[in-house]
């Protein structure tokens, strides 16, 4: 009987406590239409990063999910993740690669905020700045003590990055010393060398054969180094350079004006209608301000003006600034020699990136790219779709 007795109660207790526990497992089991997400702030912009074998292979398919996730098309991005400005309407999506001498594949996506886009073909630098933790966070690289090394494919320019993380103790160090403009506080610095950056979308440097070419009355130059821009003079356009986000907003017959130029450029660039793509970007430059600084610019993203710079206009701007013949080397300066540290403002401050040229005969090559950049993980779960 004692037994009896002490077997009932045995199972009593089973029942109040696993019973219960399979319950509450049962009710954290993500639904079928949740994601694993890290939130990160990479460089100047922010967005959700994903494992890219987590989404659909149908672009389609997925394309409906990542506008669902940031809440577009929907200016205020209300039902969604984004922040209702482009910096803030990124996505990032990466996997394990199995590259020879690659760690993590990386594929950007830029979301429209008003209409139904989500556009691949761009790259963008600073939320490649969050690639590196994201991948070692994620398990898919080797960790080293202080820092760690981790190579990067970008699926969206078939290109190589190499970033430098610091993990001290084999874990990522979000907390340091580095600062960069348009970022408050400081942060550990992630340090970035970029190669292969000629060419991505159009398969060269100048894809028009051109220095300069005329669109609408003015003399531009259209590069593909980093990203595909067209570059005008400030002055050109009655402007003087250091003009600001509202100044842009208010400006609706510039704005139309800006956008016909950019789809002519592109066109001239063999990349088509562009009127559903934000390729080219637009740079707005004139001559620095400062003594430390070598070119100011204002990026579009191109249909409102960067609160700072992109990583990849930055690298246009720099290679077509060493580059004779150029707008940008009409209004800016540089040291005439195959390397330099191109310091280029932009209305948050600045942002340096050290061009490595290769020039034989008339022929240029960017060997490499450098520039240092901060990430910072803000949140970590599931995100709803």
């Known amino acids: ?132 933790p994201f991948a070692i966070e994620k398990g898919w690289v080797k960790v080293t003590n202080p820092e760690t090394k981790v190579m990067i494919y970008n699926i969206n320019t078939n290109s190589v990055i190499e970033e430098i993380v610091q993990t001290p103790n084999g874990r990522v160090q979000y907390n340091g010393t580095a600062r960069i403009d348009g970022v408050p506080g400081t942060a550990a610095p992630i340090l970035m060398n970029l190669f292969d950056q000629v060419g991505s979308k159009t398969k060269k440097l100048l894809p028009t054969g051109h220095l300069k070419d005329r669109i609408d009355s003015l003399d531009v130059s259209i590069l593909d180094a980093g990203t595909v821009m067209v570059l005008l003079r400030a002055d050109a356009i009655g402007l003087t350079g250091g003009e600001d986000e509202t100044f842009f907003k208010t400006n609706r017959a510039l704005m139309e004006r800006l956008e016909r130029i950019r789809r002519e450029a592109g066109r001239l660039a063999g990349l088509g209608d562009v009127s559903n793509s934000v390729l080219p970007k637009i740079g707005i430059l004139s001559t620095p301000q400062t003594e430390a600084a070598n070119i100011r610019s204002r990026y579009l993203t191109p249909h409102s003006l960067h609160p700072s710079h992109a990583v990849t206009g930055a690298i246009c701007i720099g290679t077509a600034l060493k580059i004779k013949g150029t707008v940008a080397s009409e209004v800016g300066r540089e040291n005439g020699k195959p390397t330099e540290l191109v310091v280029i403002e932009h209305p948050a401050g600045v942002i340096e990136v050290n061009i490595e040229l290769d020039r034989q005969g008339d022929q240029i090559q960017v060997r490499k790219v450098g520039t240092m950049r901060t990430a910072r993980k803000l949140m970590q779960g599931y995100v709803f779709y």
């Open 1 to 132: 009987m004692k037994r009896l007795t002490a077997l009932l109660i045995g199972l009593l207790y089973w029942n109040a406590g696993i019973y219960p526990m399979l319950a509450q497992c049962q009710a954290i089991a993500p639904p079928a239409n949740a994601i694993p997400c890290v939130f990160m702030r990479g460089g100047t912009s922010r967005g959700p990063f994903l494992d890219l074998r987590d989404l659909p292979r149908n672009r389609a398919e997925r394309d409906a999910i990542l506008l669902r996730i940031m809440g577009s098309p929907d200016a205020r991005q209300i039902d969604g993740l984004g922040g209702a400005e482009t910096v803030t309407s990124k996505v990032v999506m990466a996997q394990p690669s199995t590259r020879p001498g690659i760690d993590v594949d990386y594929l950007f996506a830029q979301i429209d905020l008003e209409n139904p886009l989500v556009d691949t073909l761009p790259p963008c630098g600073n939320m490649m700045a969050g690639v590196g």
